[in-house]
């Protein structure tokens, strides 16, 4: 049996088990092409080490390929198919420092908007409508891009204002309200592709009718952010994502929860409900400390504070 039948046969095993792995399965065909045709019993932990280091990879990046490998070698070896995994111990590199998400400032979202015509002309694979209403569903609706990107027109309920999120980062499915206004965009969206005859399911696809892929959405959003002129400081690496403006929406919504003094004890544990997390730890990783959320805050401590010394 070939490296490649082998990876196969992980993969549909993982896949049998109720896994996506999507992200494991273009790290497992990027190393059955970089080994080549040779067998299993003949990769060494050198060509382990060269693919998982290779062109300057992030040390996150560089320790996914690894965590996906040693589970692959461990089938093999539990399978009988190798006597021993020839994983190497992997040696960690400097710690990198952890990327801040961005939070886009209200008038950053309308220069992102306002540029997009000008990041889609004729030869993008993406027209205007399809990005400009993909990013305003990752912000209004706090939609992870993979949600987003694997929506169907069935998933979309223009009566009750609701989407069905399907297929979700922890394999749930989960109903997000709309606002009149994100439903009057998504309405006119979907009118105007029955208008254009497009035949796929999918909510979202590009200009030649086949779903959207990360990679045409990465350089779409890519054109977008310099045309905008959005950027800061550390590299290529810490530049502002699309994933940011899921980001954005939630600090966005607890700032102005802040405002109005409204109760955040009652409130978050929906906000977590709805951005589709577990349990409130994962809705923590997503408030970062802005400094407009921080004024806020403060602002909140304070009266609390002369509350308490009047009391």
Same mark, same amino acid.
């Given at each position: 049996?070939?490296?490649?039948?082998?990876?196969?046969?992980?993969?549909?095993?993982?896949?049998?088990?109720?896994?996506?792995?999507?992200?494991?399965?273009?790290?497992?065909?990027?190393?059955?092409?970089?080994?080549?045709?040779?067998?299993?019993?003949?990769?060494?932990?050198?060509?382990?080490?060269?693919?998982?280091d290779?062109?300057?990879?992030?040390?996150?990046?560089?320790?996914?390929?690894?965590?996906?490998?040693?589970?692959?070698?461990?089938?093999?070896?539990?399978?009988?198919?190798?006597?021993?995994?020839?994983?190497?111990?992997?040696?960690?590199?400097?710690?990198?420092?952890?990327?801040?998400?961005?939070?886009?400032?209200?008038?950053?979202?309308?220069?992102?908007?306002?540029?997009?015509?000008?990041?889609?002309?004729?030869?993008?694979?993406?027209?205007?409508?399809?990005?400009?209403?993909?990013?305003?569903?990752l912000?209004?609706?706090?939609?992870?891009?993979?949600?987003?990107?694997?929506?169907?027109?069935?998933?979309?309920?223009?009566?009750?204002?609701?989407?069905?999120?399907? =297929? /979700?980062?922890?394999?749930? #499915?989960?109903?997000?309200? *709309?606002?009149?206004?994100?439903?009057?965009?998504?309405? %006119? $969206?979907?009118?105007?592709?029955?208008?254009?005859?497009?035949?796929?399911?999918?909510?979202?696809?590009?200009?030649?009718?086949?779903?959207?892929?990360?990679?045409?959405?990465?350089?779409?959003?890519?054109?977008?952010r310099?045309?905008?002129g959005?950027?800061?400081?550390?590299?290529?690496?810490?530049?502002?994502?699309?994933?940011?403006?899921?980001?954005?929406?939630?600090?966005?919504?607890?700032?102005?929860?802040?405002?109005?003094?409204?109760?955040?004890?009652?409130?978050?544990?929906?906000l977590?409900?709805?951005?589709?997390h577990?349990?409130?730890? =994962? /809705?923590?990783?997503?408030? #970062?400390m802005?400094?407009? *959320?921080?004024v806020?805050?403060?602002?909140?401590?304070? %009266? $609390?504070?002369?509350?308490?010394?009047?009391?």
């Amino acid at each position: 049996m070939s490296t490649a039948e082998i990876i196969a046969n992980y993969i549909e095993h993982k896949r049998g088990l109720g896994m996506r792995f999507a992200t494991e399965n273009a790290i497992l065909i990027a190393f059955e092409r970089f080994v080549g045709n040779v067998a299993l019993c003949e990769i060494r932990s050198a060509m382990i080490s060269r693919f998982v280091d290779r062109g300057g990879t992030s040390d996150a990046t560089a320790r996914k390929k690894h965590h996906v490998l040693a589970g692959f070698f461990r089938f093999a070896v539990t399978r009988h198919l190798l006597k021993t995994s020839p994983m190497p111990s992997r040696v960690r590199k400097h710690h990198a420092t952890p990327y801040i998400p961005y939070i886009y400032s209200e008038a950053e979202l309308k220069r992102i908007l306002a540029a997009v015509p000008a990041a889609t002309g004729p030869d993008a694979n993406i027209d205007a409508d399809t990005l400009r209403t993909f990013l305003l569903l990752l912000y209004g609706a706090a939609l992870r891009r993979g949600e987003a990107r694997r929506l169907k027109i069935a998933d979309v309920d223009l009566s009750q204002s609701l989407i069905h999120v399907r =297929g /979700t980062k922890f394999f749930k #499915t989960r109903i997000v309200p *709309l606002s009149a206004s994100l439903n009057a965009v998504v309405t %006119a $969206f979907i009118a105007k592709r029955r208008v254009d005859c497009l035949e796929s399911n999918s909510l979202f696809s590009k200009r030649d009718g086949t779903d959207l892929t990360d990679s045409a959405l990465s350089a779409a959003f890519q054109r977008l952010r310099t045309i905008a002129g959005i950027q800061r400081d550390g590299g290529a690496r810490n530049q502002p994502r699309m994933h940011d403006l899921r980001h954005s929406a939630a600090v966005h919504r607890v700032t102005a929860w802040y405002r109005c003094g409204a109760d955040l004890n009652d409130l978050l544990p929906k906000l977590a409900t709805y951005l589709g997390h577990k349990n409130l730890s =994962g /809705t923590q990783r997503y408030l #970062t400390m802005n400094q407009e *959320l921080l004024v806020e805050a403060s602002r909140r401590f304070e %009266a $609390f504070a002369q509350g308490a010394c009047h009391g």
